[in-house]
């Protein structure tokens, strides 16, 4: 019952920046989800980028920490995610995810579109 639209993505050079962000909509109470950025890039496995609960615990992969930095607007459904130094290796499509909570498997929640980020010189 929730939909999720990506946006924000495109082409940056190393060391950009880029700020993803995901609209919900559809018959939930967003501030109980938790939520999440994941990517995939080509010929690898989609993969955690950051995530936040309902009470606004973040995770991030060790890849980002320091350069990525995910957030929640409740009140206007969003969440986002800031992106600084970019590197070549995060060029992938990001991905959205809602799941009812923490212990849910991500696999199990809903999913965006996707939106390209690209990184190159």
């Known amino acids: 019952q929730v939909q999720l639209v990506e946006s924000g993505g495109g082409l940056v050079q190393p060391g950009g920046s880029l700020r993803l962000s995901c609209a919900a909509s559809?018959?939930?109470?967003?501030?109980?989800?938790?939520m999440g950025w994941y990517r995939q890039a080509p010929g690898k496995q989609r993969e955690l980028v950051a995530s936040?609960?309902?009470?606004?615990?973040?995770n991030y992969a060790d890849f980002v920490k320091g350069r990525f930095t995910i957030s929640r607007e409740n009140a206007k459904y969003t969440v986002s995610l800031q992106m600084n130094s970019l590197k070549p290796e995060d060029t992938a499509v990001y991905y959205c995810?809602?799941?009812?909570?923490?212990?849910?498997?991500?696999?199990?929640?809903?999913w965006g579109q996707g939106t390209q980020v690209t990184v190159s010189s």
């Open positions: 936040i609960t309902s009470n606004g615990d973040t």
């Open positions: 995810n809602a799941r009812i909570g923490p212990t849910v498997a991500v696999e199990r929640g809903y």
């Open positions: 559809g018959r939930t109470i967003f501030s109980m989800y938790t």
